[in-house]
């Protein structure tokens, strides 16, 4: 069955080229395309399109249908090409010509654009919330661990004093960033597209504010030309947001990798954590989080990929369209599975006592004595150049206290104010 059949048949490579992936990916979208009909229905029934009996019966078939997606039982069949199509066939094969009035109204492609605009509005929450478990879960372990003491680098040299603490509720504040901008994005896509049909409205008389108020959009689509050209761009959107908190998840990862090598040893994940190698006996390696960071760079690339499928197409739709869910799908998938595993993974790593007043980070403390000399009344410039002769005379001597106070400082990391800003949040 396909809802455009006009009845002659299409070449079979042809067919399976243009369906794809659709029959595996579009049982993702089932409970939202019930979920749309089922308000679609309702609609039809208020503007008398539907007898109430009518429409009571798609809503119990809907319903059943429904039940059958939750229990695992729904199946799009070979030769039937996306969820619309099998849901409309479910409907018609068990209610006859009621159910062939289900589409009255609407097109394939407003079609789609809800039950994506479901999804996403779905899946961002569960990200969200997944990413909110994983920020409360850093900033106890910083409280945990903010006395613990490691040198802070840039350009990958020795810099300043850092701590635990600051490093664990740094990414737990930049996951915060990152899951309201996620937040936001949520907010942006949430918008009916129903009842644009094909791009250009409907001579039927739609009562889209009703359809709106039912699925709990915070507004409507208005043009439906800006609704279809929302096609690709809402899921651009959503790979913005998933490849903003990738890059904070890619660093964290590789922070990781490096603190747990021998030559840092700050930290260390359990053995049951880790893989060995088959030919060094002591290798205990941090597979998890190597591929963590190889995973978010792919997901930093997604968005870059839904931007070339996306340029140089006019206005209305386009069968480009239908690729974008094999990026998308896959990475929502990944983004969740990496949130669970560093939930897991966090509770069981080793924070190791670091010996900062050891030779090596001699120069670690360079900056607290620029700043002692300046509390003493000497100008910054000064100070940042006796310091310096002291170090190329071999003469420094680092400070055995620091004593940082302002918000944010190693002595101060402010963790209450991150958890009223995600606690505003949820």
């Known amino acids: 069955m396909k809802l455009w059949d006009k009845g002659y048949n299409i070449d079979d490579r042809i067919e399976t080229f243009t369906t794809g992936r659709d029959r595996e990916l579009d049982i993702e979208l089932a409970p939202y395309d019930v979920q749309g009909s089922m308000a679609h229905a309702n609609m039809l029934a208020k503007i008398g399109l539907l007898t109430t009996d009518e429409n009571q019966k798609l809503l119990a078939e809907l319903k059943n249908i429904a039940s059958e997606i939750a229990e695992g039982k729904f199946t799009i069949?070979?030769?039937?090409?996306?969820?619309?199509?099998?849901?409309?066939?479910?409907?018609?094969?068990?209610?006859?010509?009621?159910?062939?009035?289900?589409?009255?109204?609407?097109?394939?492609?407003?079609?789609?654009?809800?039950?994506?605009?479901?999804?996403?509005?779905?899946?961002?929450?569960?990200?969200?919330?997944?990413?909110?478990?994983?920020?409360?879960?850093?900033?106890?372990?910083?409280?945990?661990?903010?006395?613990?003491?490691?040198?802070?680098?840039?350009?990958?040299?020795?810099?300043?004093?850092?701590s635990f603490g600051m490093w664990f509720s740094g990414y737990a504040e930049a996951l915060l960033d990152d899951m309201e901008y996620m937040l936001l994005t949520r907010r942006c896509i949430n918008r009916n597209p129903l009842g644009?049909?094909?791009?250009?409205?409907?001579?039927?008389?739609?009562?889209?504010?009703?359809?709106?108020?039912e699925l709990s959009f915070e507004g409507l689509c208005v043009n439906p030309i800006n609704a279809q050209v929302g096609r690709g761009?809402?899921?651009?959107?959503?790979?913005?947001?998933?490849?903003?908190m990738a890059l904070s998840i890619n660093k964290m990862a590789m922070d990781i990798c490096m603190f747990s090598n021998e030559n840092y040893g700050f930290l260390s994940l359990p053995k049951e954590f880790t893989t060995g190698s088959s030919i060094m006996p002591h290798k205990k390696n941090p597979d998890v989080f190597e591929l963590i960071r190889a995973k978010c760079n792919t997901l930093i690339s997604v968005p870059s990929q839904l931007s070339l499928m996306l340029s140089n197409l006019p206005s209305g739709y386009h069968r480009d369209f239908?690729?974008?869910?094999?990026?998308?799908?896959?990475?929502?998938?990944?983004?969740?599975?990496?949130?669970?595993?560093?939930?897991h993974c966090v509770p069981s790593m080793e924070i190791k006592p670091t010996q900062v007043y050891d030779e090596k980070y001699r120069y670690l403390f360079s900056?607290?004595?620029?700043?002692?000399?300046?509390?003493?009344?000497?100008?910054?410039?000064?100070?940042?150049?006796?310091?310096?002769?002291?170090?190329?005379?071999?003469?420094?001597?680092?400070?055995?206290?620091?004593?940082?106070?302002?918000?944010?400082?190693?002595?101060?990391?402010?963790?209450?104010?991150?958890?009223?800003?995600?606690?505003?949040?949820?």
């Open 367 to 426: 900056v607290e004595l620029v700043n002692q000399y300046v509390l003493e009344g000497m100008s910054f410039r000064d100070a940042y150049l006796k310091v310096g002769m002291q170090i190329e005379a071999g003469e420094f001597e680092p400070p055995q206290e620091i004593n940082h106070t302002h918000i944010g400082s190693v002595g101060n990391l402010g963790l209450d104010l991150i958890r009223e800003r995600l606690a505003k949040l949820k």
């Open 77 to 162: 069949q070979d030769g039937i090409e996306d969820v619309h199509s099998q849901v409309e066939l479910l409907l018609t094969q068990r209610l006859g010509d009621v159910g062939k009035k289900i589409h009255l109204g609407r097109s394939r492609n407003d079609q789609v654009l809800v039950d994506l605009r479901l999804f996403f509005r779905a899946r961002l929450t569960e990200l969200s919330e997944l990413a909110s478990e994983l920020i409360s879960l850093l900033l106890d372990t910083a409280e945990q661990h903010q006395d613990v003491l490691i040198p802070g680098y840039t350009h990958m040299q020795i810099g300043m004093v850092s």
């Open 196 to 213: 644009t049909a094909a791009g250009y409205g409907s001579s039927i008389p739609l009562d889209r504010l009703q359809t709106t108020e």
């Open 233 to 244: 761009k809402t899921e651009l959107m959503v790979a913005n947001a998933i490849s903003t």
């Open 322 to 343: 239908q690729l974008q869910k094999e990026l998308i799908f896959p990475a929502i998938d990944t983004l969740e599975e990496i949130l669970s595993l560093i939930i």
